[in-house]
């Protein structure tokens, strides 16, 4: 027995390396699109707009982190952008779980505080998240633009939202890679406002 756990703990990470190497090549080549969308928040902020992010679980820990990044700072000092996570209200939030059904926890918040011109950014390591369906609905009512970052495309999110970063994997990698996205994303809009603020 002490022999097929050694096995399985020397295997395992063999698999996920091989994983990962895969999904950050991926990103590599995405590279491009991340950095678009990062002059593109630059412009939106510079006209006054903001970027609202959601997602449940892992995913809304993500959504919290790009937002806390670009509120605080990245690597550089510079002036605070505009970046709202939904779902940070706890009570509003319960609330309308409660009163609405759970479908509707972010439309309600985006229908509220989305402006046309604003980014709704989206994190879903599955893209079939119903309340995260209802958010773009919600988005294109008040003319915002909605990109998303899924999991393995076709899926529901990807297939109804403006602009989409699919990444290949489990849902573990899936949300690794995620982060790693956030990350070259924020060093995307650093590149841009640093040295500016």
């Known amino acids: 027995m002490g022999e097929d756990v050694v096995s399985i703990v020397t295997t395992m990470p063999v698999e996920r390396f091989a994983e990962l190497d895969r999904g950050i090549a991926h990103v590599r080549e995405m590279w491009p699109l991340i950095d678009r969308w990062g002059g593109r928040l630059v412009d939106a902020f510079a006209a006054g707009r903001k970027l609202l992010v959601a997602g449940n679980g892992g995913s809304a820990a993500l959504a919290a982190h790009l937002s806390g990044e670009l509120l605080g700072r990245f690597c550089d000092d510079r002036d605070a952008l505009p970046a709202v996570w939904v779902g940070a209200d706890q009570s509003a939030s319960t609330a309308i779980g409660n009163d609405f059904g759970f479908q509707h926890v972010f439309s309600r918040q ?85 040295g500016r603020s």
């Open 110 to 194: 985006i229908g509220a505080l989305g402006a046309p011109g604003d980014v709704v950014m989206l994190f879903s390591t599955s893209g079939r998240s119903e309340n995260l369906r209802t958010a773009v609905a919600a988005a294109h009512r008040r003319s915002c633009s909605v990109w998303s970052l899924t999991g393995p495309a076709p899926n529901p999110l990807a297939a109804i939202s403006d602009e989409v970063l699919p990444l290949p994997g489990c849902t573990a990698v899936v949300q690794e890679l995620h982060q790693v996205v956030v990350h070259l994303l924020c060093e995307s809009i650093d590149a841009r406002v640093v």
